[in-house]
């Protein structure tokens, strides 16, 4: 099954830290940029970060610069999204998806239709 399983999201204090998980069924990640999202309650799904697929070169939103970092393990084929000094504004439901294109500059492309549908994410919350 083609499919993509978010992982790895709890309730955290702020400041604190967090690693989650994309893993890739059916399919390759390696071939694909690859995009993390979050919904807050409310609002809409909005663009990350994201990681090209063939240089491995990052995007992330104005508001995680430098408290997180996105990566990829091909032999896992898993990426992975590193949620430092988080904050009470983070608490989201987070997914990943391929993406068209990931650009430094200007950030995630439209979705990738590789798989289906977006997965159930993985809840994050932020709070003391």
């Known amino acids: 099954q083609v499919q993509l399983v978010e992982s790895g999201g709890e309730l955290v204090q702020p400041g604190g830290s967090l690693r989650l998980s994309c893993a890739a069924s059916g399919f390759s990640l390696d071939n694909y940029a690859i995009g993390w999202y979050r919904q807050a309650p409310g609002k809409e799904r909005e663009g990350v970060s994201c990681?090209?697929?063939?240089?491995?070169?990052?995007y992330y939103k104005e508001s995680v610069k430098g408290r997180f970092t996105i990566s990829r393990d091909n032999a896992k084929n898993t990426v992975y999204l590193q949620l430092d000094s988080l904050k009470p504004d983070d608490t989201a439901v987070y997914y990943c998806m391929t993406v068209q294109w990931c650009s430094v500059a200007s950030g995630l492309g439209p979705t990738l239709g590789v798989v289906s549908s977006w997965g159930q994410g993985t809840q994050v919350t932020v709070s003391s």
């Open positions: 990681i090209r697929r063939d240089d491995g070169r990052t």
